[in-house]
């Protein structure tokens, strides 16, 4: 079965720095989703990658799909407070209409 | 526009009850989605309907587990006879089209907090 793993699995930056959030999956990535969770909240859609090589960006988010190595990047500029929380990814199953994800990062800002 | 409705937001109820979770996803999506989440498992997916017909039902854990979508504004998910290891946060997600591969993300509800005792 296809598993998501997520590195690091937790993160304590400064406000202000930068940091690099990983997701490597052990098979063929269908669709690649990146969420974002506050604790205890629900899972917000940050965006989502579905071509190797694409790259997006939400205000000082952005995501890159490096489909060859099965992975994904997930880059947050001069980090803020509000960034705080869990950031999980979620990838398409085989041609399959479901999503599995991975455990997560959790994501602590220091100010 | 409303998201995805859950409820209740949180349970606590004794171990042998009945629990059931609600749903209500955004109007006009095709596909609903309900998940687990814990600390040691992370989130997995427990079924998933397509036009209020279970599709893949592969990740509930037990015959104490069953879910019902009698029509495409609401859906159920019951725990009977539920036991302290069901404790965890039961997510709803729905989606307007194909999910996985089709490029269609899921829009997540706020969860319901179940604890069994």
């Known amino acids: 079965s296809q598993e998501l793993e997520q590195s690091p699995q937790s993160l304590i930056v400064q406000e202000g720095k930068n940091l690099t959030i990983n997701c490597t999956s052990s098979k063929t990535l269908y669709g690649l989703y990146w969420y974002k969770q506050k604790y205890g909240e629900g899972l917000i859609f940050l965006m989502m990658l579905q071509k190797g090589g694409e790259e997006k960006s939400h205000e000082k988010i952005t995501a890159k799909l490096d489909e060859k190595k099965q992975q994904s990047s997930l880059h947050i500029t001069a980090s803020q407070p509000s960034h705080a929380g869990i950031y999980l990814c979620g990838a398409g199953v085989n041609r399959d209409d479901k999503i599995i994800f991975g455990k997560g990062t959790r994501l602590h800002i220091l100010p | 526009d409303a998201g995805v409705i859950q409820s209740p937001r949180h349970e606590v109820t004794e171990m042998g009850q009945e629990v059931t979770l609600r749903c209500k996803p955004i109007s006009g999506h095709d596909y609903l989605f309900w998940y687990r989440q814990t600390m040691m498992r992370g989130l997995e997916l427990l079924i998933y309907f397509n036009n209020n017909v279970p599709i893949d039902d592969s990740g509930m854990p037990e015959d104490r587990f069953s879910a019902k979508m009698p029509n495409a504004s609401f859906s159920t998910l019951k725990i009977q006879p539920s036991e302290p290891r069901d404790s965890a946060v039961y997510f709803c997600?729905?989606?307007?089209?194909?999910?996985?591969?089709?490029?269609?993300?899921?829009?997540f509800g706020d969860g319901t907090r179940l604890s069994i005792l």
């Open positions: 997600a729905s989606s307007p089209g194909k999910g996985g591969w089709g490029n269609q993300p899921q829009h």
